[in-house]
Nanobody, 121 residues
Framework: VQLQASGGGLVQAGDSLRLSCAAS????????MGWFRQAPAKEREFVAA????????NYADSVKGRFTISRDNTKNTVFLRMSSLKREDTAVYYC???????????????WGQGTQVTVSS
């Protein structure tokens, strides 16, 4: 599966932004989808994941209550709605996919190219 993330940009603290990740392939609905991010000089970290059905989600503590992951299997797209953005949310955001599996593990097989999110104060 190939992934294409988009929607990043420069926003102010407190603003909202929605990232999208379009996936190729006919069996998108069988993939667990996740979002990760990597800030400068930091390791990549997990942000959110959503099960193939969309019924179960998992969030990093740092974004819980502010970010919402969702998916539209009819459009092969996963979204990350980010609200109340903080400077520390500044990072390159990557979408990722894995065949079935758990939303609580980070062993993804496919990665998108990343989209930059910059939050200014």
């Amino acid at each position: 599966v190939q992934l294409q993330a988009s929607g990043g940009g420069l926003v102010q603290a407190g603003d909202s932004l929605r990232l999208s990740c379009a996936a190729s392939g006919r069996t998108f609905s069988n993939y667990v989808m996740g979002w990760f991010r990597q800030a400068p000089a930091k390791e990549r970290e997990f942000v959110a994941a959503i099960a193939w059905s969309g019924g179960t989600v998992n969030y990093a503590d740092s974004v819980k209550g502010r970010f919402t992951i969702s998916r539209d299997n009819t459009k092969n797209t996963v979204f990350l709605r980010m609200s109340s953005l903080k400077r520390e949310d500044t990072a390159v955001y990557y979408c990722a996919a894995k065949w079935l599996g758990s939303i609580y593990s980070y062993d993804y097989n496919y990665w998108g190219q990343g989209t930059q999110v910059t939050v200014s104060s």
